[in-house]
């Protein structure tokens, strides 16, 4: 690929967060974001060159995005197969259509990740009430139903923990394609984010190591607090999996770490990731720069942290208030994303603290670190 001169213009789909992180890497690297969103004050929109506004499903609008940029990448997966070959057929499109179309699917990307010879928790696909009986009697309890499209955020899923949960997890999720997922007892979650440019050459960032809350990522950590052989193995997967996709661009793996020490996918995302957000502050080009770089076809940064880092969200309006005492906390590093509306379980911003290299301390230093952050 030709390096895209500083001066043109990358279009980004969508108007978040991930959008306006993307938008400032590309700023800084000389190239005008132009952004596609329905609202024209979105987060993106705030810190981009200019925007199409208008909604993702309609032809024209589509069109007219295309037409204004010089290359296209997303912030989320969820175009339509006819919006995509729209794009497709008018500007070159990072990662590809075909990418983006697999992992819109958890089937379709489970089918993909076994495939490449790499475990996942033991799933079966399920369209019907009699199927999720057999899926259940198969796989056994706890398990997860989720749908196989649109789901986030633990959105789309329900944990089934006894015979009796499945009547109502059926009812709320049905029709809808589903999957089932045997529950896996993790020790951990971790997840690695590499860079993979059109000539195959790869950067890995180290291994985080996630919290949830209420199914939203509350804390990351990096690097991850487990044994080196399972981070290695943990980066060698996601690797492997960037290269079998022949991604261009930010290949992001969530993985469980269960209790035997054995990694297994969970699931991926071709864009930058909410687990990644730390290597804006302690690597010398974040996740967004590489994703930038990678899509214009400009030699990927080195993925060395200089730093260890713990990540927390700022979830919903109550984290807002906090706003004033983040910014007279020392050591904390605030990312404000500028939404106009603070709804409850929306993720508003996040704050960095950066360690020494290998100074990342224990549950109670990182606490202390981000104490009355709730
Ligand atoms: P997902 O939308 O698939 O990323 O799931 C959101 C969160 O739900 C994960 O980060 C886990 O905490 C939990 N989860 C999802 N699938 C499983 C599973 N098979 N076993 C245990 N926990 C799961």
Redesign the pocket.
């Known amino acids: 690929m030709t390096p895209l001169p500083p001066g043109h213009t990358i279009g980004i789909v969508g108007g978040g967060q991930l959008g306006r992180m993307l938008a400032i890497a590309a700023a800084r690297l000389g190239y005008h974001a132009h952004i596609l969103t329905p609202h024209a004050d979105s987060p993106a929109t705030q810190v981009a060159a200019s925007a199409t506004i208008g909604p993702y499903d309609d032809q024209a609008t589509l069109a007219r995005f295309a037409d204004a940029t010089d290359l296209i990448t997303f912030e989320f997966e969820n175009v339509s197969a006819a919006g995509l070959d729209l794009l497709a057929g008018r500007r070159p499109v990072h990662p590809s259509p075909a990418i983006l179309r697999a992992s819109q699917d958890?089937v379709t990307e489970k089918c993909f990740i076994n495939g490449a010879g790499i475990p996942t928790?033991l799933?079966s696909s399920v369209s019907t009430r009699a199927e999720l009986d057999r899926a259940v009697a198969e796989l056994g309890l706890?398990?997860?139903l989720?749908t196989t499209r649109l789901?986030?955020?633990?959105?789309?899923?329900a944990?089934l923990r006894s015979a009796a949960d499945l009547d109502a997890a059926w009812e709320r999720l049905a029709p809808k394609p589903l999957i089932l997922?045997?529950?896996?007892?993790?020790a951990c979650?971790i997840s690695v984010i590499v860079a993979r440019a059109e000539d195959g050459s790869l950067a890995a960032f180290d291994v985080a190591e996630?919290r949830?809350r209420n199914?939203i990522?509350d804390l990351s950590l990096a690097p991850a607090r487990i044994p080196e052989t399972t981070a290695e193995r943990a980066r060698d997967i996601a690797c492997h999996l960037a290269g079998a996709l022949r991604v261009t661009g930010l290949l992001a793996v969530?993985m469980?770490v269960d209790r035997d020490g054995q990694v297994l996918v969970?699931?991926l995302a071709p864009r930058p990731h909410n687990s990644g957000h730390w290597t804006l502050d302690a690597c010398p080009a974040s996740q967004f720069e590489q994703h930038i770089r990678a899509i214009a076809g400009l030699p990927l940064a080195s993925a060395a942290r200089h730093s260890d880092a713990a990540m927390k969200n700022l979830v919903g309006p109550e984290a807002l208030t906090l706003w004033p005492r983040i910014l007279a906390t020392p050591g904390l590093i605030p990312h404000h994303y500028g939404k106009r509306e603070a709804r409850p379980g929306r993720k508003l911003g996040h704050v960095t603290h950066l360690f020494p290299r290998g100074g990342l301390p224990g549950e109670l230093g990182v606490e202390a670190a981000f104490a009355g952050l709730g």
């Open positions: 958890r928790a799933w706890p398990a997860v989720k789901g986030y955020d633990g959105r789309g899923q944990m997922e045997r529950a896996v007892d993790f979650e996630n949830h199914h990522l969530e469980f969970n699931e």
